[in-house]
């Protein structure tokens, strides 16, 4: 099966063939050590959540069971449906919503919001990415505290390698293919995941920024006090960077 760039993320398939290899248990464990980093990044100790793009709930989860009051929103069944399993595993209670982050907005209701794993720039016109920023600004509070996370293009050209390979037994096989577009604008991604001797396929497209573009487009609809990190940890962004992070306020 092999499905267009453009319809990678309302096809469910893609995330029941890609879950296993996308959110190992580990990374649930990574989440909840660095949902501390997010708070102390933030300054935002205690209020609501907004947790955009909230996939299997890994933050969102943590992040009640501390307190806070959060809201997961996600674009995709099967993966809040593995985010209410998390939360009742846990005792969290979060609210989940099913959306797209093009269009939900919460005006002034949150205290911090947060968009993790790279999960913005998906969209081919740059201005609904830009919405997407827009719609955050728009749903917190002043004095609110976005962090966002994602893989920088700085890392990327240090780092990148056209193909590579995860095999998880008695799961199975994921094959992921990359291509830089659009004069370093875009990555192509071709994933394809292979399970007893079936093979799918899926491509797809998302936009990679630079520090520096990324801190345009927070500061082009409104968040003042920009910071960027090259980790949650709150390193500099520099060479040694191992992700690229922004903190930004809406004073």
């Known amino acids: 099966m092999d499905r267009a760039a453009a319809d990678w993320c309302e096809d469910e398939a893609f995330w029941r063939a890609g879950f296993p ?14 949902t501390g980093q997010v708070i102390e990044r933030s300054g935002v100790g205690r209020g609501t959540v907004l947790d955009l793009c909230c996939g299997p709930g890994r933050f969102a989860v943590p992040l009640a069971l501390r307190g806070f009051e959060v809201t997961g929103v996600d674009r995709t069944p099967f993966l809040l449906d593995h985010a209410r399993e998390y939360a009742a595993r846990e005792g969290a209670k979060v609210e989940w919503v099913e959306g797209d982050m093009r269009s939900y907005s919460r005006p002034d209701s949150f205290d911090l919001a947060i968009n993790m794993y790279t999960s913005l720039g998906y969209f081919d016109d740059p201005e609904e990415n830009r919405l997407v920023l827009q719609n955050i600004y728009g749903s917190l509070r002043r004095g609110g505290v976005f962090v966002f996370e994602a893989g920088g293009k700085e890392i990327l050209a240090r780092v990148f390698e056209s193909t590579g390979s995860t095999e998880i037994e008695g799961v199975g096989l994921s094959v ?13 991604n071709e994933w394809i995941f292979i399970k007893d001797g079936r093979a799918e396929t899926f491509r ?28 949650l940890e709150g390193m500099p962004y520099g060479p040694l960077a191992k992700r690229l992070v922004a903190v930004a306020r809406k004073t």
């Open 176 to 188: 992921q293919r990359r291509k830089v577009i659009d004069d370093w604008s875009r990555m192509e």
């Open 204 to 231: 797809l497209r998302h936009w990679i920024y630079s520090g520096r573009e990324l801190r345009g487009m927070l500061e082009s609809v409104g968040f003042g006090a920009v910071e960027i990190y090259g980790d």
């Open 21 to 34: 290899f996308m959110f190992p248990e580990g990374s649930f464990e990574d989440a909840r050590k660095q």
